[in-house]
């Protein structure tokens, strides 16, 4: 079964920081390009974070300097390190899987269910 299961989010002051982790079962994780995507209550969802099968890295202005996406192919796991959050980084944050780069939510064709990331004042 292809999975992406999500973990690391919580609660923390602004400010802090949080190490996101999405680790993939069933698929050859080495040949997919991977993102992670928020969504708060009743705003759409959002690119975040993208990486691709060469570790090129792309990133929403709104976390550029703040966040890492990075990835180990080795433990078939790709992170999101938050550096310096602040309350608008609060949302669920979604893993997911492409065939090609993308920092699109409709060309990734696996998402796991999510972590909670909640930052406060």
């Known amino acids: 079964q292809v999975q992406l299961v999500e973990s690391g989010g919580g609660l923390v002051m602004a400010g802090g920081s949080l190490r996101l982790s999405c680790a993939a079962s069933g698929l050859t994780f080495s040949k997919y390009n991977m993102g992670w995507f928020r969504q708060a209550p009743g705003l759409e969802r959002e690119f975040v974070a993208a990486?691709?099968?060469?570790?090129?890295?792309a990133y929403a202005d709104s976390v550029k300097g703040r966040f890492t996406i990075s990835r180990d192919n080795a433990k078939n796991t790709v992170y999101l390190r938050m550096n310096s959050l602040i309350p608008e980084d609060t949302a669920v944050y979604y893993c997911?899987?492409?065939?090609?780069?993308?920092?699109?939510?409709?060309?990734?064709?696996?998402w796991g269910q999510g972590t909670q990331v909640t930052v406060s004042l």
């Open positions: 990486i691709s099968l060469s570790t090129g890295t």
């Open positions: 997911a899987a492409a065939r090609l780069s993308s920092n699109r939510a409709d060309e990734y064709h696996l």
